[in-house]
C-alpha cells in the first residue's frame, strides 16, 4: 500500500526489532526498541550507517531492484549495507506507518554480525566497494565524500566499541566508543559512554549476548 500511494518511492520500510536468538513465539512477547523506519532521500545517511536490519522489513520495486543489480557477493561483511547504498542512488523510501514490527531479527550465534562487528578489519571491504563508487563521485564532491566516509568510520568505531563490550571485553571497546565520540561527538553517546563503568553498560545496547538455554 505504501508504494502504490508513493509512485516515486523506489521502497517501502517497516518497522522491526532486535531480538536474542530465544525462537519467534518468545521473541513477539518481548517488548524491546522498535527501529523505527527510515524515508526520503536516504543516501547521505545510509552512507554514514547502516539504517536497515535486513531486507526482512523492505519491500523493493522490482524496477529498482534490477536497475541496482545483485548484492556484491566479493563482501563477506556489509554486502546488505553496500546494496542499499547502491538502491539508494536510485530513489526515495517510503515508510510504512503501521506499528507493529514487520520483523524480528534474531541474534543468531552464528550468524556474521556477531562473528565480525567486533572486528575492525571486518569493515574495510565493504567501506572501500562504497566509498570508490563511480556514483559517489558522480553525485558528490571529493571532499563531501571524504567527510561522509569520516562520519562513517566514526560509526563503525561505535559499532566495534559497543559489541567488544557485548562480547566481554569492556576494556578494548570504550577504547572504540572514545574514538568515535572524539570524531562525531553526539549527547547520547557522550551520555552513554560516561556511564561506561556503571551498571548500565549491562543493558540496553551494551547488554551482553545471551547464550542459547540460558534463557
Known amino acids: ?22 525462537g519467534v513465539s518468545r521473541a513477539r512477547q518481548l517488548n524491546g526498541p522498535v527501529g523505527r523506519p527510515a524515508s526520503g532521500d536516504l543516501l547521505e545517511r545510509l552512507l554514514v550507517r ?3 536490519a535486513n531486507g526482512g522489513h523492505l519491500l523493493i520495486r522490482r524496477i529498482a531492484a534490477e ?6 557477493t566479493g563482501l563477506r561483511y556489509g554486502e546488505d549495507w553496500e546494496y542499499w547504498i547502491r538502491l539508494a542512488c536510485l530513489g526515495s523510501f517510503v515508510a510504512v506507518h503501521a506499528r507493529t514490527p514487520l520483523l524480528f531479527a534474531r541474534e543468531r550465534h552464528g550468524g556474521a554480525y556477531l ?8 569493515f574495510a571491504p565493504c567501506m572501500d566497494a562504497i566509498f570508490n563508487a563511480p556514483a559517489l563521485a558522480a553525485r558528490f564532491s571529493a571532499a563531501k565524500v571524504a567527510r561522509l566516509r569520516r562520519g562513517a568510520e566514526a560509526e563503525n568505531d561505535w559499532i566495534v566499541g559497543r559489541e567488544l563490550i557485548r562480547h566481554g571485553r569492556p576494556r578494548e571497546g570504550r577504547g572504540f566508543l572514545r574514538r568515535s565520540v572524539r570524531a562525531a561527538p553526539s549527547p547520547w553517546r557522550i551520555a552513554l559512554l560516561a556511564a561506561g563503568a556503571l551498571p548500565i553498560m549491562r543493558i540496553g545496547p551494551f547488554r551482553p549476548y545471551s547464550v542459547p538455554g540460558e534463557e
Request: aromatic share 8%; charged share 20%.
Open 1 to 22: 500500500m505504501a508504494l502504490r500511494l508513493n509512485s516515486a518511492a523506489i521502497a517501502a520500510v517497516a518497522r522491526y526489532m532486535r531480538v536474542p536468538d530465544l
Open 67 to 72: 536497475a541496482a543489480g545483485p548484492f556484491h
Open 115 to 122: 562473528r565480525m562487528a567486533s572486528e575492525p578489519e571486518s
Open 50 to 52: 547502516n539504517l536497515f
